[in-house]
């Protein structure tokens, strides 16, 4: 069974204070591993794709890096806007998405 | 252009009722997937529907059920309501397919007294 699991729980940073968020997974097939951000009370908003492992992606201040085992979002300089949830799922070769539960990030000011 | 839009945004329902939410994607996207969000158990995949077909499915007993129109617009309905489907309940569009990235609407609220 295709699962995914995300750490931190939640995670509080200073303004300005780097760090990385960690997605694994275990899936019969890869297609894609997808990033979200979610605010309260919106729907997710994608943020990367990656297909393989060695992939980078970046925007802004964050960084999407995947391996045959896991995914990592690194948050560099963090501002009190990116505070949000972080969501992390992967597709299979049927199709079919399956998310983790995601890390809370609260950026303090 | 407009994003995905979903009605009603809040809903509140009884046990054994039933409900139906409907969900408008973004011009020209052809495939809309729907989603269960709880606090318990996550975003949980409900059904995938492309030009009017039922492409993919998730594990979810019967009483959850769609369909999509000739204009992509997709409903879903969950028939005999139980508390464990209080939700917030979301609808995302993509272009092609669900393998592309997915852009989700704001999601119907719903709750089950």
């Known amino acids: 069974e295709d699962q995914v699991t995300q750490s931190p729980e939640a995670l509080r940073l200073q303004e300005g204070e780097s760090s990385s968020l960690n997605c694994s997974y275990t899936v019969s097939g890869l297609r894609g591993l997808f990033w979200y951000r979610q605010d309260p009370g919106k729907g997710p908003e994608f943020l990367f794709t990656l297909y393989s492992a060695g992939e980078e992606k970046e925007k802004e201040r964050l960084k999407a890096t995947l391996t045959k085992k896991e995914s990592f979002l690194h948050i560099t300089a963090p501002k009190p806007e990116d505070s949000a949830t972080y969501l992390c799922a992967v597709q299979n070769y049927g199709q079919n998405f399956v998310f983790g539960p995601g890390t809370r990030l609260s950026v303090l000011p | 252009k407009a994003g995905v839009t979903q009605t009603p945004r809040y809903l509140i329902k009884t046990r054994g009722q039933q409900v139906t939410l409907s969900c408008s994607p973004i011009?020209?996207?052809?495939?809309v997937s729907w989603y269960q969000q709880t606090p318990g158990q996550g975003l949980q995949f409900l059904f995938e529907?492309?030009?009017?077909?039922?492409?993919n499915k998730g594990n979810f007993p019967g009483r959850f059920s769609g369909r999509q129109f000739s204009n992509s617009r997709s409903e879903m309905n969950v028939s005999t309501l139980e508390l464990g489907d209080s939700a917030l309940y979301l609808c995302?569009?993509?272009?092609?397919?669900?393998?592309?990235?997915?852009?989700f609407g704001p999601g119907t609220r719903l709750t089950v007294l």
């Open positions: 995302a569009s993509s272009s092609t397919t669900a393998y592309n990235e997915q852009f």
């Open positions: 011009s020209g996207h052809r495939s």
């Open positions: 529907y492309f030009s009017e077909t039922q492409r």
